[in-house]
C-alpha cells in the first residue's frame, strides 16, 4: 500500500513563505505523475501543480511565479516551494501520486494544513 506523508506547513504572514515535502514509501519514478492540490474553507479540492516522471510541471494560475514543486527521487519525496503567500492560500494541502494505464490509480495524503494570516 503506497504510503504518502506531508509536512512542513503551519502559519505563516503574508508575503511569507514555506516549503511543504511530500514523501513516498516507494520510488516516486514509480509513479506517472505526482502533485499537490489543495482544499479552502468550504470549497473544493482544486489541483496547485504538478510534475510528471519526466520533470515537467504545471500550476494552477494563482500559483504561477510564486510556488514550485520540485521531486528528489533519492528521497523519495516531492516539495512545494511557496513564495509571497497570500491569506488566500489558506488551505489544508493534499499530496497526490498516480499511476498506470488505461485505469489510474490515486493516492493522497493526509494532508497538512497551511494558514496564512497576520
Known amino acids: 500500500q503506497v504510503q504518502l506523508v506531508e509536512s512542513w506547513g503551519g502559519l505563516v504572514q503574508p508575503g511569507g513563505s514555506l516549503r511543504l515535502s511530500c514523501t513516498a514509501s516507494?520510488?516516486?519514478?514509480?509513479?506517472?505523475?505526482m502533485g499537490w492540490y489543495r482544499q479552502g474553507p468550504g470549497k473544493e479540492r482544486d489541483v496547485v501543480a504538478t510534475?510528471?516522471?519526466?520533470?515537467?510541471?504545471t500550476y494552477v494560475d494563482s500559483a504561477k511565479g510564486r510556488f514550485t514543486i520540485s521531486g528528489d527521487n533519492a528521497k523519495n519525496t516531492v516539495y512545494l516551494q511557496m513564495n509571497s503567500l497570500k491569506p488566500e492560500d489558506t488551505a489544508v494541502y493534499y499530496c497526490?501520486?498516480?499511476?498506470?494505464?488505461?485505469?489510474?490509480?490515486?493516492?493522497w495524503g493526509q494532508g497538512t494544513q497551511v494558514t496564512v494570516s497576520s
Open positions: 510534475i510528471t516522471k519526466s520533470g515537467a510541471t
Open positions: 497526490n501520486a498516480r499511476r498506470g494505464s488505461p485505469w489510474v490509480s490515486n493516492y
Open positions: 516507494e520510488s516516486i519514478f514509480n509513479f506517472n505523475a
